[in-house]
């Protein structure tokens, strides 16, 4: 396991991430390919996936975090999406996490 040093001087945002090692294999990439491209087209300073905690913890200006989780919450929708049409198995906190996110995507195109 790759060991991080969090970088204080920056804020963070914690996202909780309990979706099972499936999902987030994808959503990470190999080698961090998608968590390092996020980073680098965003501007945040850096990206992590705590196995542990499960969550991923993102750092750098607000605006630009803000934006990452944006970015991060699609690729979890996608791949969830993708992953439940091919009828796979998914624990019961990425359902619940599929369906509000699925509402809230809804919600946002009845204002437009």
């Given at each position: 396991m790759?060991e991080?040093i969090?970088?204080?001087?920056?804020?963070?945002?914690?996202?909780?991430?309990?979706?099972?090692?499936d999902v987030m294999?994808?959503?990470?990439g190999?080698d961090g390919c998608?968590?390092k491209?996020?980073?680098?087209?965003t501007?945040v300073e850096?990206i992590w996936?705590d196995?542990?905690e499960?969550?991923?913890?993102i750092?750098g200006e607000m605006?630009?975090?803000?934006n990452?989780?944006?970015?991060?919450?699609?690729?979890l929708?996608r791949?969830?999406?993708?992953?439940k049409?091919?009828?796979?198995?998914?624990?019961?906190?990425c359902l619940?996490?599929?369906?509000?996110?699925?509402?809230?995507?809804?919600e946002?195109n009845?204002m437009i």
């Open positions: 790759v991080y969090k970088p204080n001087r920056l804020p963070e945002i914690t996202l909780p991430a309990d979706f099972g090692s294999k994808q959503v990470i190999k998608y968590f491209k996020t980073t680098e087209n501007g850096y996936y196995m542990d499960k969550t991923i913890k750092w605006d630009k975090t803000i990452s989780t944006t970015i991060i919450e699609g690729r929708y791949i969830i999406n993708k992953m049409q091919k009828k796979v198995e998914l624990n019961e906190y619940n996490w599929y369906n509000k996110y699925s509402i809230n995507i809804a946002m009845n």
